[in-house]
């Protein structure tokens, strides 16, 4: 194991742009990642519809195209996880789209160190909230987006299709103007 992904290695955290040709990369690391964050809340059946949903190349690639960010969460330059944000509306409003981290670094700094450089991001474009969902039984992720700043502003029960639903909290985060 690399020494970035020891779980006590305190290392360097940045963002590298995710361009095109890597959405694939993106899928794959969201497959790993999908059933250790939501194993214990989604049934298997809801992780794959999602996964399909979300995660598909000509999805991710869509996404690209219409104004979606995504960057690599890099910890001393291994890619440790990827997030994606906007495109930032008129109001100076950005909603988060995905923000994951692989489990062996979750819990040891690096998810706040790179929202940080996140908000360092959106702060010099403009932005002036972020907005996410965020399922109400994530209590980790629940936790981690209170721990950098974010308030829970309402709930949200949202028809995805083939009978699932996604059950959220919706969260935000006003930036230092």
């Not at 305190?10 to 939501?38: F, H, Q």
């Not at 989604?42 to 219409?66: A, S, T, W």
């Amino acid at each position: 194991m690399s020494s970035s992904l020891d779980p006590n290695h305190k290392g360097r955290v940045s963002l590298t742009p995710i361009v095109s040709e890597e959405v694939g990369e993106v899928a794959e690391m969201a497959s790993v990642i999908w059933p250790a964050a939501y194993g214990s809340i989604l049934q298997p059946e809801q992780i794959d519809y999602m996964l399909g949903r979300m995660y598909g190349r000509e999805q991710l690639h869509n996404d690209l195209v219409k104004g979606v960010c995504m960057w690599w969460i890099c910890l001393d330059g291994e890619r440790v996880g990827f997030l994606a944000v906007g495109p930032i509306d008129v109001r100076g409003e950005c909603p988060l789209h995905k923000f994951y981290l692989l489990p062996a670094v979750q819990g040891k700094g690096c998810g706040s160190q790179a929202f940080a450089r996140l908000v360092e991001i959106l702060s010099d474009e403009g932005t002036r909230r972020i907005e996410l969902r965020v399922n109400r039984h994530n209590g980790a992720a629940i936790g981690f987006y209170r721990k950098n700043g974010f308030s829970i502003d309402g709930e949200d029960c949202l028809d995805i299709g083939d009978g699932f639903v996604m059950d959220d909290f919706l969260m935000g985060r006003d930036l230092p103007s």
